[in-house]
């Protein structure tokens, strides 16, 4: 049976270019040589969302996301985290050997932690067990399908390390039961630049994201953050926030001979913004149109999640079976 990879996705709503390079586009071409497994994390984003329609809509166009960028629900599994109830089953036994002082150092809680102590207020303030227990919740997800390799970005790496010291606690217990788990970062794509420079994220308000409108698109690519050099000057293409969005998306000759420009003199900043506003349209245009049909066929989406709960559940069952009867729970 070819290795099992795992991806989780938090619905957190639509897409933008950082989420493509850095996360859904490494973890689709993982498809092509592991049996391939995907799942909406609907209850790991009940620790932030509380409110019911928006984590509904928020599901589902999630769903539509993948789906509409590449994702093939034929060829692999994609399902919903909360349809599989083994999962909270082995949360339970996994926080039996989950040692308190290896969650006291999740960088999420710690952080809150820390904000609170500078603020004088008490360290737990607005700390909920559900994001003090995430780490867990995340283990469960990843060992219950015997997982082999998890795509995540460079702030989740410590998360699967924690996965892997809670496994090795459990099989030094009952013997060799569940399988540790590999990460996978991809070096190149780990940071994106947003149209301030900084990195690509929803919380700085600075991302394109992937299905806007090509009118809104436009106007947000035209505002990437570049220095006052003139279009006659040569210019720096690895220091250039446009142009280390341009290289993901162009063709090799493309971005070799974009290179020469820059350095030659022979690029206006607003003649590179248009040539990456119009790759990026080619790149998601149909997606976009392919994402909106999909929104509007709820049954749809529910099948598709219906169908890999099925599947998934296949793998897991005969892996919590070990594991009831390791712990003493199941003859």
């Known amino acids: 049976m070819n290795r099992i990879a795992l991806t989780g996705i938090k619905p957190t709503g639509p897409p933008h270019i950082g989420n493509y390079l850095g996360m859904i586009k490494p973890a689709l071409e993982l498809a092509q040589n592991h049996q391939a497994l995907y799942f909406l994390a609907d209850y790991h984003a009940l620790t932030t969302v509380k409110n019911r329609e928006k984590l509904i809509q928020l599901t589902y166009e999630v769903v539509a996301a993948w789906i509409a960028l590449g994702l093939n629900p034929d060829e692999v599994i994609f399902y919903r985290q909360s349809d599989i109830i083994e999962v909270f089953e082995l949360t339970w036994i996994l926080n039996c050997f989950a040692a308190k002082g290896l969650l006291n150092r999740a960088h999420a809680y710690k952080a809150i932690v820390d904000d609170n102590l500078k603020a004088g207020r008490d360290p737990d303030k607005q700390i909920n067990m559900g994001l003090y227990n995430y780490p867990v919740l995340m283990a469960a997800d990843i060992l219950l399908y015997g997982s082999h390799v998890v795509p995540v970005g460079l702030d989740q790496k410590q998360h699967l390390e ?170």
């Open 162 to 331: 924690m996965t892997r010291d809670i496994a090795e606690t459990f099989n030094k217990n009952y013997g060799e039961i569940l399988v540790l788990p590999e990460a996978s970062i991809k070096e190149e794509v780990m940071t994106i630049p947003g149209t301030d420079g900084r990195k690509m994220s929803a919380s700085y308000n600075n991302t394109l994201p992937v299905f806007a409108p090509p009118k809104e698109l436009r106007k947000r690519v035209m505002r990437i953050v570049t220095d006052s050099k003139r279009p006659e000057d040569p210019k720096d293409p690895e220091s250039c926030n446009v142009f280390a969005i341009f290289r993901h998306f162009a063709a090799p000759d493309d971005i070799e001979s974009t290179r020469q420009r820059y350095i030659k003199g022979e690029l206006a900043y607003g003649d590179i913004k248009t040539e990456l506003f119009e790759l990026l349209e080619s790149t998601f245009g149909s997606a976009r149109e392919f994402y909106n049909h999909l929104l509007a066929d709820r049954d749809e989406i529910d099948r598709i999640l219906i169908k890999g709960a099925e599947e998934a559940r296949a793998i897991a069952m005969p892996i919590i079976e070990r594991v009831r009867k390791a712990v003493g729970v199941a003859k």
